[in-house]
């Protein structure tokens, strides 16, 4: 039985202009004429490979899926000819149009998350570092989070016996072992290739939990397909779309995959002006599986922020919880508290936990509260509080 129709790498690069574009993508050749110049990134994102291999470039934002639900069968023109003489220079000829950033330093000399800023400010695309180390208008609240760390000393208790320690807890009911979970980011893929896959590979291997975000540059079915332990535990973070059809829709994906936690975003019912993410044109477009929305660039900027965010319901309210409930039939957590009388709420609306955010007002850390059973270590059996305070001078 005779194999798919393969095409010399030649042959591929006579077919670059405008008019009569394909390109190379993990080995399939396709015909994106007609669609370059409705590509959300830009057509000339697709005309600077034309005739040529774009697989590195496609990769590093793209599932590798989605070029075969975005264009019809009949523009999959070929697999291209890997022995044809031409193919090592075609392949090639990506890096040369694009070359690759400096290695990243071996992980053992990574010691603090300093280095881990340098290195990605160092190795990551402009757009990636843009969007991950961005912070909306004047930083007035990210700064003013950043001084606070400096203002935090413990008082340490002395003599004790720290032979044998434990640092597990439950979280929502599950043991986890560190009061640490991988937060909800966005985008994963900008920074590494294997993107949301690699957080929760790490996650599940030390007994952490990850909060999948809907903003995830893979689908949450290959996110939870590739883990190394059956028993990993996952959150599932959600922004309210304004077709709610498609939210419950989500929900209902999510639950068969046997997460049972829900944590509900409240404190971005629009897209901040993260200004220095608006300023860096994306090269590529970039896409969010499970929310169904691509970057663009527009006449108001670049920002990766506001130009996906656009499926997010503004009027998403207190009232609107309980449509959440009826949809959700496990724990839900909400993510995003600013206020002592917004933390109260959520208790009479009976969630389970709540996110604590930065305030504008009053600077406090990132924190999380559980309402019922409480936030418990083994070693303290004790309950974390729901708010942060500024330390004395005495401390």
């Known amino acids: 039985m005779a194999g798919p129709k393969r095409i010399s790498a030649a042959e591929v690069a006579q077919h670059c202009s405008p008019s009569d574009c394909w390109v190379v993508i993990n080995g399939q050749i396709w015909d994106v004429t007609e669609f370059a110049p409705n590509h959300p990134g830009g057509c000339g994102a697709i005309l600077r490979y034309a005739g040529q291999d774009a697989s590195h470039a496609y990769n590093e934002v793209h599932t590798f899926d989605l070029l075969s639900k975005t264009l019809t069968t009949d523009k999959l023109i070929a697999h291209l000819d890997q022995s044809s003489p031409h193919t090592k220079s075609h392949n090639n000829s990506v890096r040369e149009a694009a070359p690759p950033p400096p290695n990243k330093p071996p992980l053992g000399t990574i010691l603090s998350a300093h280095d881990f800023e340098r290195v990605a400010q160092n190795t990551f695309s402009k757009k990636a570092w843009s969007f991950y180390s ?32 434990s640092t597990k807890c439950t979280i929502q009911g599950v043991e986890c072992s560190l009061p640490v979970i991988v ?9 590494n290739p294997i993107g949301e896959k690699g957080l929760a590979r790490a996650a599940g291997s030390k007994g952490i939990f990850h909060c999948i975000p809907i903003t995830a540059s893979i689908a949450i079915e290959d996110i939870t397909s590739d883990i190394p332990s059956p028993s990993t535990t996952f959150f599932f973070q959600l922004y309210v779309a304004k077709d709610r059809t498609a939210s419950e829709s989500l929900l209902r994906r999510v639950w068969k995959l046997g997460i049972r936690t829900l944590f509900v975003t409240i404190d971005a019912p629009v897209a901040g002006k993260r200004e ?66 917004n933390a109260q709420m959520a208790v009479e609306v009976g969630v389970s936990g709540i996110v604590l955010r930065l305030v504008g007002y009053y600077p406090i850390l990132i924190g999380y509260s559980e309402f019922g059973d409480g936030f418990t270590n083994e070693n303290t059996a004790t309950t974390a509080a729901a708010t942060s305070t500024l330390p004395r001078p005495d401390y």
């Not at 990210?142 to 000393?153: E, M, Q």
């Not at 937060?183 to 920074?191: E, F, G, I, S, T």
């Not at 130009?307 to 039939?329: A, M, R, Y």
């Open 276 to 341: 220095a993410d608006e300023k860096v044109k994306a090269e590529e477009m970039i896409s969010m599986p499970m929310t169904g929305t691509r970057s663009k660039n527009d006449g108001a900027g670049s920002g990766l922020t506001r130009t996906t965010g656009s499926f997010i319901d503004s009027s998403f309210c207190w009232e609107d919880l309980s449509w959440v409930k009826k949809h959700w039939p496990g724990k839900i957590v909400i993510k995003g508290i600013q206020s002592v009388e």
């Open 134 to 165: 961005s912070a909306a208008t004047d930083l007035v609240s990210v700064n003013a989070n950043r001084s606070l760390y400096n203002r935090i000393w413990f008082r340490p208790r002395l003599l004790r016996n720290v032979r044998d320690i």
């Open 183 to 191: 937060a909800p980011v966005a985008l994963a893929r900008l920074a």
